[in-house]
C-alpha cells in the first residue's frame, strides 16, 4: 500500500511558477512509477509526468516538456512537480499517482493522491 499527499497549488498569473509536491508514504518503492496527472471539467484524467523512483527514468506529456519538470527526493520520500512558463491550459486538477510497473500505470495507477489545483490566468 501507498499513501500519497499533495501540496503546492494555488493560482498564477500566465508566465509564472509553481511546485507541487507528493510525498508518499507506506511502501512507495512497490509501486515506483510516480507522477502526475491532470483532469480538466468533465474530462478523463491525463498523465502530465512520470518517472521510476528507483532507476531516475522519466516522461513528460508533450504539452508539457520543456516547461515542467518532475524529480524525486529519496530522503523524503516526496516527488515534485516544478511547473514554469504555465499557461491557462495548464489550469486543472492535478492528482499525483503510483503505479508498480508502466502496464498498470498506462492502464490507470492504483494509488492516488486527493488532488491539487491548479489555476492559471491570463
Known amino acids: 500500500q501507498v499513501q500519497l499527499v499533495e501540496s503546492g497549488g494555488g493560482s498564477v498569473q500566465a508566465g509564472g511558477s509553481l511546485n507541487l509536491s507528493c510525498a508518499a508514504s507506506?511502501?512507495?518503492?512497490?509501486?515506483?512509477?510516480m507522477g502526475w496527472f491532470r483532469q480538466y471539467p468533465g474530462k478523463e484524467r491525463e498523465g502530465v509526468a512520470r518517472m521510476h523512483i528507483g532507476r531516475g527514468s522519466m516522461d513528460y506529456a508533450d504539452s508539457v516538456k520543456g516547461r515542467f519538470t518532475i524529480s524525486h527526493d529519496a530522503a523524503k520520500n516526496t516527488v515534485y512537480l516544478q511547473m514554469n512558463s504555465l499557461k491557462p491550459e495548464d489550469t486543472a486538477m492535478y492528482y499525483c499517482?503510483?503505479?508498480?510497473?508502466?502496464?498498470?500505470?498506462?492502464?490507470?495507477?492504483?494509488?492516488w493522491g486527493q488532488g491539487t489545483q491548479v489555476t492559471v490566468s491570463s
Open positions: 507506506g511502501n512507495p518503492y512497490s509501486s515506483p512509477f
Open positions: 499517482a503510483a503505479a508498480a510497473s508502466l502496464g498498470d500505470w498506462l492502464r490507470g495507477p492504483k494509488f
